[in-house]
Structures are given as structure tokens and as C-alpha cells.
T-cell receptor
Framework: DAGITQSPRYKITETGRQVTLMCHQT?????MFWYRQDLGHGLRLIYY???????DKGEVSDGYVVSRSKTENFPLTLESATRSQTSVYFC???????????????FGEGSRLTVL | RKEVEQDPGPFNVPEGATVAFNCTYS??????FFWYRQDCRKEPKLLMS?????NEDGRFTAQLNRASQYISLLIRDSKLSDSATYLC???????????WGAGTKLIIKP
């Protein structure tokens, strides 16, 4: 059971380039999330999705775009990467909003992005 | 003021000791509370939920103090494998919005 996988795990890019981080889950969870984690900050929500074709902005969505054409995939795109987007990005999924309310998020291993 | 605050530590604790740390939250309307554990360079994983009456899971005890707006995590008989960062998470209302603390780093020493 692969669970939730992210790719690439590590990425170095340059300012202004477009970058896409992939997230794939095998559980058929309805809810998927993208977070970023920076030193001294808690996880901050970028985008979330309640189902295929339904997405909504989180706390720090500027400069990011998501799509969810299939339940199992939730790619995150940085349209024009900036140095401030250097971070660790975590994708997560949850069975339902009730499960989310109980705190049961399941995370991928993270994607470490460096923008030079 | 941050919505969820934690002492970043690190807490350096000898193996076998008891350690406790707190997390404060700013929104008195917060509905639910959790502790996650995150190992170095790994993803967070749910450790336990925090219930109003307090709850225990083996060596771990979680408490909620709504009047003072904090939750706590107590670890008894600490093991080397308990070394990790412990993240406090608060659900502000009934939707998906989880607010994460920056974490408390715990180091258990032999």
C-alpha cells in the first residue's frame, strides 16, 4: 500500500521558473491538502481540495496554483518561483472532513524546494 | 501574537525521565486539539487527539485547559525513540482549517 507519495523529493530551481510538485494518493481520500513548512513557523496551508474539481485557497496561496482532475492526484504549481518559496512542501490527505476534524491527516514525505 | 504558540526548545531530557510541554492557543472558540510528532526531515504523524477530560495513550498523557487556553503533553519514562519535534494543532472551527504550532523539539539522552 503506497499511501501518499510526493515527487520530486528534492528540487533546485531558479527564480522565475515554473515548478510543479506532484502528489498521488492510493486511498481514494476525498480531501487533499498542500502545506509548506518553514523554520520557526507551523505548517501553513496553501490550498486544499474537497473532491475532484473542487479546490480552495488556504492561508498562503499567492503564487501557487493547484488542480485536481482526478481524486488521486493533486499537483501544486509555482507559476514563477521566488526565493521566498524555498521551503519544504507537504501534501496530505484525509478520508472526510469529519476525519479532518479529528486531526487525522496523512502526509507524504515532503518535497524540499530550493529557489536560487 | 501567533494563534498557536509552543516553546521551541530543545528540551534535553535523560532517558527514563518525565517531560511535559505546553501549547497555548489564542482563539477561545477553538474546537479540537491534537498532538503530532515529526521526526527529523520526515512528515508529521498524528500522535494523539486531546479530549476535554484529558486522555492517556500508554506513556503519553494529553490535557486541555480551556480556561487558560492551553494544551499539554506529558511523556513518562521517556525513551530514546521519543526524540522528535512535537507539533500542537488546533482546529478553530468545524471546517478543515487546522492551525499548527511551530513545534517543540525534544532530545532524549542516554
Amino acid at each position: 500500500d503506497a499511501g501518499i507519495t510526493q515527487s520530486p523529493r528534492y528540487k533546485i530551481t531558479e527564480t522565475g521558473r515554473q515548478v510543479t510538485l506532484m502528489c498521488h494518493q492510493t486511498w481514494s481520500h476525498s480531501y487533499m491538502f498542500w502545506y509548506r513548512q518553514d523554520l520557526g513557523h507551523g505548517l501553513r496551508l496553501i490550498y486544499y481540495s474537497a473532491a475532484a474539481d473542487i479546490t480552495d485557497k488556504g492561508e498562503v496561496s499567492d503564487g501557487y496554483v493547484v488542480s485536481r482532475s482526478k481524486t488521486e492526484n493533486f499537483p501544486l504549481t509555482l507559476e514563477s518561483a521566488t526565493r521566498s518559496q524555498t521551503s519544504v512542501y507537504f501534501c496530505a490527505s484525509s478520508e472526510s472532513v469529519r476525519r479532518t476534524n479529528t486531526g487525522e491527516l496523512f502526509f507524504g514525505e515532503g518535497s524540499r524546494l530550493t529557489v536560487l | 501574537r501567533k494563534e498557536v504558540e509552543q516553546d521551541p526548545g530543545p528540551f534535553n531530557v535523560p532517558e527514563g525521565a518525565t517531560v511535559a510541554f505546553n501549547c497555548t492557543y489564542s482563539n477561545s472558540a477553538s474546537q479540537s486539539f491534537f498532538w503530532y510528532r515529526q521526526d527529523c526531515r520526515k512528515e508529521p504523524k498524528l500522535l494523539m487527539s486531546v479530549y476535554s477530560s484529558g486522555n492517556e495513550d500508554g506513556r503519553f498523557t494529553a490535557q486541555l485547559n480551556r480556561a487558560s487556553q492551553y494544551i499539554s503533553l506529558l511523556i513518562r519514562d521517556s525513551k530514546l525513540s521519543d526524540s522528535a519535534t512535537y507539533l500542537c494543532v488546533v482546529n478553530m472551527d468545524s471546517n478543515y482549517q487546522l492551525i499548527w504550532g511551530a513545534g517543540t523539539k525534544l532530545i532524549i539522552k542516554p
